[in-house]
């Protein structure tokens, strides 16, 4: 089976609602059978009941019982947060390697535009910076990787 299909993942993300669903009402079944008291005349399910609640080995097993059922619950949450995750994933960067023949160019073209852009940024960030160091009366000179993107520095007026 095919995970990364959209139908897929969204079958898988409803079995695991279900499951979700089905182990929370389990767990809470427990608890509330935990919680029966044969004492009471007014707790009609308590009575209809054959198990005795007040017995430690009763107690013991509906013990474990009720922390299976939230190891189940929390397992199940856990796969949701999971495929939740995958869906994201896939839903802003694409699935991987997919089959497209210009994905090369894009990329390609992608790290191209994203270099003009951090050169046009550098110069607007140079020459401001040149501009507040000589309205204060300074010098200013690229340092680094900037140094090799930046404008080249005007000639100095001598003011």
Known sequence: MDTSTPSNLMDKHQKIISEILRSYRDLINCVT??????EKQGDY??????LNFRDPDVMAAAGLRTQ???DELYESIKELLALTRT???????GPVDR?????????????????EITTLFN??????MRDLAEKNGGTWEPQGEAALTAP????PTGN
């Open 68 to 70: 299976r059922k939230f």
């Open 123 to 128: 110069k607007i960030d140079a020459n401001a």
């Open 87 to 93: 869906i994201k994933e896939l839903w802003v960067f």
């Open 99 to 115: 089959a497209d023949e210009h994905r090369k160019q894009k990329e390609a073209q992608i790290d191209r535009d994203v270099a």
């Open 152 to 155: 080249a520095a005007p000639a």
């Open 33 to 38: 059978v935990n919680g029966m008291d044969k």
């Open 45 to 50: 399910e308590a009575q209809a009941n054959k």
